[in-house]
């Protein structure tokens, strides 16, 4: 038998949010928790040059434009993503601090938070 190790421990587990921390991230969290706009989120990251154009969102989808226009306005009242209108479209780009911040809060520790090795061995049976 061998063993699994696997990373457990995440930064949440380091030590208690603040309120004021603990609020912005659950907008963060509230904002990619449904699937159209977590869909929308890796989109515009994952696209050429980093940014997206709304017209290259929209056919993805079989959503009308006003409800697509709804997932991206509560993306960047979230602060996740930012837009700047270019003639008559609008450019979406991510705002890296905020995804990252998003990512770190789940980010596997080196190290728990009793400062031990932050790993999980598992034995199968």
């Not at 006003?66 to 306005?73: A, D, F, M, V, Y």
């Amino acid at each position: 038998m061998t063993a699994v190790t696997i990373q457990c421990c995440a930064p949440i587990a380091r030590e208690p949010l603040s309120e004021t921390d603990a609020a912005e991230l659950a907008v963060m969290l509230k904002a990619v928790a449904d699937p159209v706009r977590l869909r929308l989120l890796s989109m515009i990251g994952s696209h050429a040059g980093g940014e997206a154009c709304v017209c290259d969102l929209t056919d993805a989808f079989d959503l009308t434009a006003p409800t697509i226009s709804h997932h991206l306005k509560v993306l960047r009242t979230a602060g996740l993503i930012d837009g700047e209108r270019r003639g008559t479209w609008v450019y979406y780009r991510i705002i890296p601090e905020a995804v990252n911040k998003l990512g770190a809060l789940f980010a596997p520790l080196t190290e728990s938070a009793l400062g031990r090795p932050g790993e999980l061995e598992l034995t199968p049976v």
